[in-house]
Each structure stands twice: as C-alpha cells, then as structure tokens.
C-alpha cells in the first residue's frame, strides 16, 4: 500500500473510484437472534382506563402515553380544546405552573399534552426514581387542573400567535387544503382552530371540556419501562383511582371513504415551491389484505429505496423527498403521497408520481422489490421496538388500532406468510391513478397552463 | 431527589494501520447494531467560491461506489432491513446505518467501499446539485424563518469566511462545483487518517474486530489534512443585523454569544451548557418565568449552546444562543433589556442549589433517552471521539452538568457581555397574501 500525497499528485475522480482489486462481492446477511419478548400486562382498571404496562429494560426510564379520545362537532370545539390542552398542565390546586414545573424536573421528568381533532395526547417520561412524581402531577393535572383565567388568556395570546406561525407554513397550508379536498367539512378537516374562535372562549367553558372529555373510559394509556409490568399498573391504579367519570371518551365520527377524483391546484402567490399531497383509500392494520398494502406501499414509495423517490429524486433531481405512508385513523386508513418541488418542474413531478401509481398496476411489484420491502418491514420494525420511546408509540398505536402486544410480536410472521400475488394485488387496488386524489399547493399563475394541459387537475 | 446517573458506555479503541480510529460500543440488549463514520471536515473547511460543498459532497458519498452502482447503497441498507442517514456540521460530516445485527457485515462493507473508492460522476453531482437545491428550498427559500438562526446568525457574530459563510450555500457556488473539485475533497478531507468509525449494539467484540480489519485494512492510507485554526477574536461591540423574511408572520430575533473552547475549557462550556438550562428549560425556567408569563414580552423564548440546538458538536468557536418570537408591537430592544436584567441578576447572585439539580436531572433523563436510541448513541459517541478525542463524552454530560457549581453559573453569565455579542433581527415584510419571488 503506498501513501498518496493528495498535494502533489491530485486523483482523477476515475482514478479515484478504482482499485486494484476490483469490485468485491456483497456479504451475505448473518443470522438473525430474535429479541426478548418483553414482560407485559394489558388490563382495565377499575375506572375503564385501558392500562398496557411493558417492561423494556436498558436506560433507568419510564415512557407514558395517555391518549384520550377527543372529538367534537361544534366548530368552536378547537379553540377550546386546543386551550384546555394548553393549560392542562399548568396548575391545580395544589401546584401553580412553576410548581408543576419544578416538581417534574427535580424527578427528571417531563410531561406535555396536545389535541388533533381525534385526541387528546399526553406524552410523558422520568427517571425511572421519579415516577410517582411523574403520576402524581398527571393525576394532579387530570382531576383538578385549574384553568386559571389569567393562565387562559395569556395562552390565548400565544395561541393566536402560534395559529399565525403554523399557518405561514407551507405544510400546515398543504395538510389543509388536502384534509378539506378528501374530507369536507368532516371534523377532522379543523385541525386549527379560527382565531376569532380563540378569542370567544372562557375559562369555564375550558374547565366544564375537561370535565367532560378527559375521561379514562375509552381512553388508553402505555407505560413501558425499566420495571415490572405488574408495579407500573399498581402504582398507576394507585395514582389515577381519582380520575372517575360517568362519561365515555368522545371517539371521531366516521370519515367518509377517499375516493379518486381531480387534483385541486391551491393558489400560494410567488411560491418557490409546490407541495404536492395526495391521497387515497387504504385499509386498517386489523383488515387480512394490511400486511400486502404495507409491502405495496413500500414499494411505491414507503422508504428511500422505493420507486417514487427514486424516479422523482435521485433519477429527475425534482424534490429532496418523496414519501408515501399508511396514516391510520379510528375507524381505518389512508393512503397519503407527498413530496415537495420546485415550481418550474411541479407539473412534471405530478406527471412522474402519476406515472408510478399506473406502474403499480401494469408493472406490479418484483419478486426482488417485494423481497427488499419485506425485509425492510421487518427490520425496521425490530429498530423501532428497540427503544422506550419507540416501543410505547407503537404499543399506543396497535392498541388504538384494536390490536395487542401479541399482534405486534406476530407482525414479522404475518408479513414472512405474504405472498406476491398479494402484494400484486394490493397494489392494483390501492395504489391505482384512478384511486387518488389530493391537491397541489404553488404558485398558479406559473402552474396553472401545464396542469390544466396534463388534465385530471382541477385549476382555479 | 435522585442521584444523578449517566449512561455507561463500555468501549473499546483501536487504530488500523492506514490511521482509521475505530471505536466499538458494545450493546446485547437489542438485536441491532449501528455503524457511523465521521469524517473531520465541514461547512468551515470549504474554500470561498465553493459555499455548501461539504453538504453537497455528503451526498455524492451515496451516489455509488466501486462495488456498488448508484441506488445500491439505499437498497442493501433498507433491504437488509435496516435505516440509513448523513448530516454535514460545522467540523465534522457523519454517515451511519441502523441494521438488524445480522447485517453488521454488510455495512462494514458498505461503509468502506465508499471510504476506499466512491463513484463521482458529473451525472451523479448534476442530479445531487438539483437535490440540494430542491432541499434548501424546503428548508429555507420556502419557509419563514428558513436558516434562523443557523445560517442568518453567523455571519453577524463572526467575520472570517469560514466562521461566517452559509453551510447551506448559495446556488451559484452549488452550481459551479466541478467534479474535480470533488475529488480534489475527497483526497484530501477522506482520508481513513481523517475519520473515525464507530460500531455499537449487538455483536462480540472479537468477531467485529476482525470483520473490520477485513473490510477497512485495504483503504488505501492518505496523510490526513492539517486542520487549522478557525480561532478568530469575540466581538469588541455589539453587532446588529436585521433580516427580511416575506413569510414571517411575527418579529423575532437570535442573540449570540461566543463560548469557551470545549478543547481547553470544558468546565466552561459546560457552565454555558448549564446556564441556558436555568434560562429557559421548562416553564419555571427564569426567561419563560419572566418574558413569557409575567411581563408577557414573547411567545417563545429558548436557550443553548450550539447552532445545531446541541452542545458538544462543534470546536472552538462555537456559539451560545437566545431566540425569542415576540410581537409586533413589543420593541426588539425592550425584549433585550430583559434578557440582560436576567442574566445580570445571575451573574450578580448566582442561582439556587435546586435550580442546578433541576437542571442536572432534566440532563440525565435527556441523555438517557438520546442514548436509548442506537443511532443517536453511536453518532454522539463518533462525534465526541472526533471532536475531543473522547467518546466517553457523549455519555458524561449529565455527571459534568451535575459538577457545575453555582459560581461557575454566574461566571458564565457574567460573559453574556451586551458589548461583545451579535443580535440578530427577523422583520416580517410580506404584503397581506404575498409569498415572496425566488431569492436565488
């Protein structure tokens, strides 16, 4: 081997991409070890909380996620729910904010709550020493929050503020226009709330959404952590035996199925960048065709070595991202494309993605992509699961879905027994031009002629 | 009160002979592993005229290989099952894969066929030069607030090019980079004398030991550059910069504030670490007490240490922040007078024993969780090493974090000096409804 002094004698990039020896064989993958099962208990307690405690062992943590069912029709109902999650956690009776604050720190511990139009959301960790702290300010916060009216008009002001800021987004105005195009005027369609809606509301009418809504029948709650499953769901029957109610979590609507259709072209003036956002039926993680729609969407565009973000990104240059995914809701799924791109090479990029949903039909996926894509599943699976935070998300996911711990550990099973035929098949009938809809946010007076020419684009 | 743990890393060092530093973190918990290669060069080696190259390079390092045609990186890492990215810093540029262990072969020879002989081709850096284009577009041009404060801070507060540039780059630089520049980068800044490889989770250490022998011990060895010094003299005033930003809703600013060099002062550092915590983590913290809920001045408000919202990640001169979004009708400068009255009374009478305990306990959790995650563990420990020779590093924050004293708390907010630091502000200049034109 000789040193090459870079300073005298620089390398041809052809010079450079050669050796001697030539290209070398890729090694065959080992043997796999299967993880540990972790210890589990999935129970009710006594006030209709659905408790599911996991023990994952490696960093002295505990990972908490409280989600409660959320929903509600009125159209104010974001505006108070977004409130009422903004103060939930800034005092009770016994604590003030800082209170709360300071009380979570000193356990290492952090809690925080947000509401879509679906849930509410509490995410929690600590040390694994400051759990009952961390049960306690949840408990504390859960029963007696106080909503103090300064508390709710400061946060008020903020949240005009951040309503302001969220909607300079360019993706909060493409999730949008996309959720209206595919929804109507569903609840689910009013992520944000209005400002002038803000404004309107009182603190008691943020108290009596609390006392009404934020209630453990319907709801779950995932613990998973560095303890025994059995002490994490006694301490936490221990902690929340106050939090009572006669009411049951309010679950969202059903939303109307996605069907395809023209996408609309939303106007954004001057727009360097379009956001492109499409959507189409799909089918929950309880329907037997799951496992094949989740390999047919891996290879459409589910991860980086799919056919989307190959085509678009590294073959056209068009975008820095093409994704699809399987975005789950109460009642089923969605499908959802997105991908952002320059102005000038919008219309281009909506012909490729086009291009490559009709290739799932008349060129299905290869025994070689369908191989990669389950492969994939299931690794990146196993990587998701080796971690507190990541093992709890998921958890509250499959419990949501219906599902337990015991479909999670059979999922490798289920996707090994897929054949391709399936995958074909789930392909031709999720994946199909004819089933997607959605919308292009950019600039229209740039966009509008080529889109309008392309067709199937509904222009203003 | 719980007594303040760290997470134990048990590692193990050794130097092939083409001087690549390997260090193995070994972990049965999970039956994955993780592989990262940290290369010593960033936005600050890039030479004037070539803004954002290292980026740009970063993902050219993807684009193929002598074993392997282009697309054949992404699909053995995610058909392997496993996940992949790069990030390119101010001082280093990192790759990593996160593989069932199974695969720990197949990234070790991944990861060096492309240290040994990538593939750079003008097709390849076309296509990536559009890529990179379509990603600052998405992250900056597109967006309010794109680049604050990490691209529109540094060039306030520092004045040597390799301090002060856009790591991003500009699309005229981006555009003109040849693909003999390429090379000439990679044989100087990829040498293996220049890089350190990290392995960490589930493997025996032996049998890694020797697969990376296998697959490194051939990388042709290159002398690695001689790094120089991007020292350059703290501000002698305050220094002022507005930026006009036709997407922002609301008035913001960034402040900052040079800090001691973590290579001979990590004691200081760290008290800078520590004294962002006290200043606006969690809702007791003294700025969101104060500007938040009291005098209700902003929005938000938050502090720390690093451009990236990390410590640790960079060498001398690194860069202490405080953002805030306010509005409209409330004054840059009364914001300001705020922050220094705050940080003033810091600097005069310390801060409380509970205060430094709350922080050290919100660091340990923290870190516990980074370290939870293999990616984000195996990435800190390649940077630490890197950077600071230690890898150990990445895990001993929350202990340093817990040894800083209350003096040391006031000493580093004495050096919060209003005469010697850059205030950065964003004014929203867009008309009702209007998006701005492209900026490049």
């Known amino acids: 081997m000789t040193a090459i002094d870079s300073q005298q004698t620089p390398r041809t990039a052809a010079q450079i991409g050669r050796t001697e020896l030539g290209p070398r064989p890729l090694p065959p993958l080992g043997r796999q070890r299967d993880g540990r099962a972790p210890a589990h208990v999935d129970t009710v307690l006594d006030n209709g909380l659905r408790v599911v405690a996991v023990r994952k062992p490696g960093v002295p943590m505990v990972e908490l996620r409280l989600r409660v069912p959320f929903s509600g029709s009125h159209r104010t109902h974001p505006a ?15 604590r003030d904010r800082e209170a709360v604050d300071i009380d979570l720190a000193r356990a290492g511990a952090d809690l925080g709550a947000s509401v879509d ?137 059903p ?67 093409a994704h699809s995914f399987l975005e789950f809701n109460t009642h089923g799924a969605a499908l959802v494309i997105d991908t952002d791109t320059a102005t000038d090479v919008t219309a281009a990029a909506l012909w490729e993605t086009r291009h490559e949903l009709g290739r799932m039909v008349v ?27 990541g093992l709890a998300s998921s958890v509250l996911a499959i419990v949501v879905a219906g599902l337990d711990l015991e479909w999670l550990r059979g999922h490798p099973a289920r ?33 509008s002629a080529p889109m309008a020419a392309l067709g199937g684009v509904e222009v203003p | 009160m719980p007594r303040i743990t760290a997470p134990e890393l048990d590692l193990r060092r050794l130097t092939l002979d083409n001087g690549l530093r390997v260090v193995l973190a070994p972990d049965t918990s999970a039956p994955v592993v993780a592989v990262a290669a940290h290369y010593d060069v960033g936005f600050r080696s890039e030479p004037v005229g070539r803004t954002g190259f290292a980026h740009l390079f970063e993902h050219l390092m993807f684009q193929g290989s002598e074993s392997l045609p282009k697309l054949a990186h992404f699909r053995h890492v995610q058909g392997s099952g496993g996940t992949f990215n790069g990030s390119t810093h101010f001082d280093y540029t990192d790759y990593f894969e ?77 555009e003109e980079a040849t693909v003999e520049d390429c090379a000439a980068f990679f044989d100087s800044y990829y040498a293996p004398a220049n890089a350190v490889l ?55 600013f960034a402040v900052g504030y040079r800090v001691p060099d973590p290579g001979t002062d990590l004691a200081g550092y760290t008290a800078r670490v520590a004294l962002a915590s006290v200043l606006t983590d969690g809702d007791a913290a003294r700025l969101r007490q104060r500007m938040i809920y009291r005098d209700e001045l902003v ?46 009374r810091v600097a005069r009478d310390g801060v409380s024993g509970d205060e430094l305990r709350r922080t050290a306990a919100r660091w340990s959790a923290t870190m516990f969780r980074d370290h939870d995650r293999l990616a984000t563990r195996t990435r800190a420990i390649g940077a630490c090493e890197l950077l600071y020779g230690r890898g150990e590093l990445a895990a001993e924050l929350p202990t340093m974090i817990a040894a800083v004293t209350t003096e040391q708390v006031a000493e580093a907010a004495a050096e919060l000096r209003p005469d010697s630091r850059a205030v950065l502000t964003i004014t929203p200049s867009g008309e009702d409804g209007q998006a701005p034109g492209d900026a490049a």
Do not use: C
Request: glycine share 6%; net charge negative.
């Open chain 1, 80 to 94: 108070r729910s977004e409130l009422m999650a903004a103060t939930l956690l800034a005092g009770t009776a016994r």
């Open chain 1, 117 to 253: 139009p679906e849930r509410l959301v509490i995410t929690g960790n600590a040390l694994v020493s400051g759990l009952p702290v961390l049960l306690d300010v949840l408990a504390d916060s859960l029963t007696g929050a106080a909503h103090r009216a300064d508390e709710v008009r400061m946060e008020k002001e903020r949240l005009v503020a951040h309503l302001a800021m969220a909607r300079s987004q360019p993706r909060t105005i493409a999730h949008e226009a996309l959720q209206k195009r595919r929804y109507g005027n569903h609840p689910i369609t009013r992520e944000l709330p209005e400002p002038q809606d803000v404004e309107a509301v009182t603190p008691a009418a943020v108290r009596s959404l609390q006392r009404k809504g934020v209630v453990p029948r319907g709801s779950v709650l995932v613990l998973v952590g560095d303890l025994p499953p059995q002490q994490a769901v006694d301490a936490l029957a221990g902690a929340l035996a106050g939090w009572t109610s006669d009411r049951e979590a309010v679950r969202l609507p």
């Open chain 1, 255 to 321: 939303l109307p199925r996605v069907t395809g259709g023209d996408v609309l072209l939303v106007h954004r003036p001057g727009a360097v960048q379009s956001q492109i956002r499409l959507s189409a039926h799909a089918v929950p993680r309880t329907d037997p065709r799951y496992p094949a729609l989740q390999l047919a969407n891996l290879v459409f565009g589910g991860y980086f070595s799919a056919r989307l973000p190959e085509n678009i990104r590294e073959d056209k240059g068009f975008t820095y991202g």
């Open chain 1, 363 to 389: 060129s299905p996926p290869t025994q070689e992509e369908f191989e990669a894509a389950r492969r994939y599943a299931v690794g990146s699976l196993g990587i998701a699961l080796s971690s507190q935070a």
């Open chain 1, 415 to 447: 996707l090994a027994a897929v054949t391709r035929d399936q995958v074909v098949a789930a392909a031709a009938e999720f994946l199909a031009p004819s089933a997607v809809t959605g919308v292009v946010v950019g600039d229209a007076d740039v966009l």
């Open chain 2, 98 to 174: 996160v593989l069932p262990s199974a695969a720990l072969e197949r990234a070790l020879f991944l990861e060096a066929d492309r240290m040994r002989a990538p593939t750079i081709s003008e097709e390849n850096l076309r296509n990536q030069v559009d890529v990179v284009k379509e990603e600052i577009r998405l992250n900056v041009l597109n967006r309010p607030y794109g680049g604050f404060p990490w691209i529109l801070l540094p060039p306030v507060l520092y004045d040597t090019f390799a301090n002060a540039h856009n790591g991003y780059g500009d699309f005229v630089d981006l």
């Open chain 2, 198 to 252: 990290t392995v960490a989770g589930d493997f025996e250490v032996d049998a890694a030991i020797a697969l990376v022998h296998k697959h490194f011990d051939d990388v042709p060895a290159r002398p690695a550059p001689k790094r120089p010094s991007f020292a350059e003299p703290a501000p002698t005033s305050e220094k002022r910069a507005d930026h006009q930003d036709r997407l922002a809703p609301l008035p913001a």
């Open chain 2, 299 to 344: 929005t938000d408000v938050s502090a720390g240490v690093g451009l990236f919202g990390m410590p640790y990640d960079a060498r001398d001169p690194d860069t202490m922040t405080i953002t805030a979004v306010h509005l409209p009708d409330v004054g840059t400068d009364s914001v300001l007078a705020v922050v220094d009255e705050e940080v003033a």
